[in-house]
Structures are given as C-alpha cells and as structure tokens.
C-alpha cells in the first residue's frame, strides 16, 4: 500500500528535522512584527525610549534564545506511530501528552501548508474526530511531515476499512481539504497555549491543597 514504506505500521516515526526552524522562524517573524510595529514608533516617539527600547529588545532576545532551546526539546518529544485500529501520539516538554485516536472516529483530514512549511518541504495533517467536530481546535495535528500527501491517503485507507465509508472520512460528509496561508502558522502558538495551559492547572491544583 502507499505510505506504508515510510509510515510501517508499529513503528514510531516522528516529523520531519524541519519542524524546529519552522517554529523558529514562525517565532522569529512574530518578534520582527512586534519591533516593527510597536518598539521603533516608541523608540522613536518617546524620551528615553532609545534606551527602553535597547532593553526590550535584550529580552526578547533572551525569550528567543529560550525558544530555540524549548523547541529543540520539543522536537526530541515527538513521535507518532500508526497500528491496526488506531493512531498513537505523544509529546510535550514539560508536560508530557499521549494520545491515542481511533480510525474509525475520524471525520476530517486537513492538508496544510503555509508559506515556510512550503519553502522547508513540510505539511501539517490536523485530524478532527467524531468528539471534536463542532470545535476549531483539531483534536491532533500532525506536525512537519515531508511526505504528507502518503500519510493522508494511508490514514483515508485505514479510515475507510473501519469505517466502511468510501470517502475516506469518518461520516462521508466532509472532504478532505488543502489550506494554505496565515491559518496553516497557528500550530506554534496553540503548542504553546497548550503547555501554558496545562502549567496553569497545576498551579491552581496546588493552591486548592493549600489550607
């Protein structure tokens, strides 16, 4: 079957070396964005801000090269591995995420490609099940895969012998799709939302043991 050399059944795999300096770079031009439309008008504009600014600009410098470090490690996180019935999945830094999604709930493959996924040779799959239908949040995405078009159509074939549907989805309602541009960016601030998130809940799980 098609994709089945690069994606064998139980075996791990993980995304393609890509993914980190497509975060960073992501990252990168969300700070130039910043400088250029926030810190030079102030730099510019206000007294002393010459000198602010220089100190802004230290720090973001500082949360870049942390960063850098955070996405290295993320990367070393991440693998993916397809069986029978069900895709497995785990990740996370500081907090580490397992999943596992059944074939046979899938309901939408997404295909996306942003602008430096396309200049670095990568794709995201986002899957969405029967559970996370009415959400805009797929329930896992796929992240820098180099031969995605494979995976997709390996994913539909799995789908479809569980399913018995002909199109490859869960329900046979939604297509499969390709999205390109600005939305095809958004998974590096949802994997950080994520951990932010997760990092929230255990601090208030601490402040309720508090007496």
């Not at 830094?93 to 040779?121: A, E």
Request: hydrophobic residues 45%.
């Amino acid at each position: 079957m098609a994709g089945q050399d690069h994606f064998p059944r139980n075996v791990p795999f993980k995304p393609s070396p890509a993914l980190v300096p497509w975060f960073i770079i992501d990252f990168l031009l969300i700070i130039a964005l910043i400088a250029v439309c926030f810190l030079v008008p102030f730099m510019a504009v206000e007294e002393g801000g010459l000198y602010t600014g220089i100190l802004i600009l230290i720090g973001l410098a500082f949360i870049a090269v942390l960063f850098v470090v955070w996405t290295n490690l993320y990367y070393a996180t991440m693998f993916y591995e397809l069986h029978d019935d069900e895709l497995r999945w785990r990740r996370g830094v500081l907090f580490r995420t397992t999943g596992i999604v059944p074939y046979n709930r899938i309901t939408n493959l997404d295909l996306r490609q942003g602008p430096v996924m396309r200049l670095l040779g990568i794709s995201t799959i986002s899957i969405q099940t029967a559970g996370y239908s009415g959400q805009s949040v797929p329930e896992i995405r796929i992240e820098a895969i180099t031969h995605a078009e494979e995976l997709r159509e390996l994913l539909r074939s799995y789908v479809r012998g569980c399913s018995g549907s002909g199109d490859g989805t869960g329900t046979g309602s939604r297509p499969v799709k390709v999205v390109e541009g600005p939305a095809a960016s958004t998974g590096t601030g949802l994997l950080i939302l994520d951990e932010l998130k997760r990092i929230r809940m255990l601090l208030e799980q601490q402040n309720r043991r508090e007496p």
